[in-house]
Nanobody, 114 residues
Framework: QVQFVESGGGLVQPGGSLRLSCTVSGIFDSRIMAWYRQAPGSQRELVAHISALGRTTYYADSVKDRFTISRDNAKNTMYLQMTTLKPEDTAVYYC????????WGQGTQVTVAS
């Protein structure tokens, strides 16, 4: 059974940066991977996704030009570099397969506040 372990979240001031990591135990290098987030009182939303070989990426308009998704298939790990963070980026961030998501991990909390 695949497991996703997200890490790297924390409290950061507006304008700051964080780098999230997602380590996958299970199928990784053949799957499109994605980052999602869920803010309090809101539905989970897609933030970004990356193709199996890392050649194609997609970003939600709200994070475009601020976030960068990447992956290291040798390490079964995906990353999300977040810059110029805003209070509205506050959420729990999750990783999963883009197509046919599996059981969700615990996520990592990102809080942007002064």
């Amino acid at each position: 059974q695949v497991q996703f372990v997200e890490s790297g979240g924390g409290l950061v001031q507006p304008g700051g940066s964080l780098r999230l990591s997602c380590t996958v135990s299970g199928i990784f290098d053949s799957r499109i991977m994605a980052w999602y987030r869920q803010a309090p009182g809101s539905q989970r939303e897609l933030v970004a996704h990356i193709s199996a070989l890392g050649r194609t990426t997609y970003y939600a308009d709200s994070v475009k030009d601020r976030f960068t998704i990447s992956r290291d298939n040798a390490k079964n790990t995906m990353y999300l570099q977040m810059t110029t963070l805003k209070p509205e980026d506050t959420a729990v961030y999750y990783c999963n397969y883009k197509i046919r998501p599996a059981t969700w991990g615990q996520g990592t909390q990102v809080t942007v506040a002064s």
